[in-house]
């Protein structure tokens, strides 16, 4: 359907369902997209593409975030490399958990 039919007919189902459970639909964090453009949710990247495929990835913040996190724990414990292993397999925990 379009756009509009969805903000007209479904947004506000949506928004009562979400009411009569406590809950309230962020105005400035939802945005009506279609699938194949690609959205990111909960830290993953959904996106389908033309030839049917559907794709489920970590988004590009995430992404950057566990290579600063990473980056920070190298850089500060560059000198010592028990320590560089030590920090490393919490990066590594960090992913694991996240991904």
């Known amino acids: ?3 509009e039919w969805l903000e007209a007919m479904v947004k506000p189902r ?4 979400l009411d009569s459970r406590g809950l309230t639909l962020s105005e ?3 945005h009506i997209t279609h699938v ?3 959205f990111d949710f909960l830290g993953w990247n959904v996106r389908k593409y033309p030839n049917g495929k559907l ?3 970590p988004s590009a913040n995430t992404n950057l975030k566990v290579s600063f996190v990473a980056m920070a724990c190298f850089a500060a414990l560059a000198t010592n490399s028990a320590a560089v292993v ?3 397999s919490e990066v590594f925990k960090y992913c694991q958990l996240r991904f």
């Not at 949506?14 to 369902?17: K, L």
Request: no cysteine; charged share 30%; hydrophobic share 30%.
């Open 36 to 38: 194949s453009k690609g």
């Open 86 to 88: 030590a920090s490393s």
């Open 55 to 57: 794709l489920i990835k």
């Open 14 to 17: 949506v928004i009562q369902f």
């Open 1 to 3: 359907e379009s756009k």
């Open 28 to 30: 400035e964090k939802t």
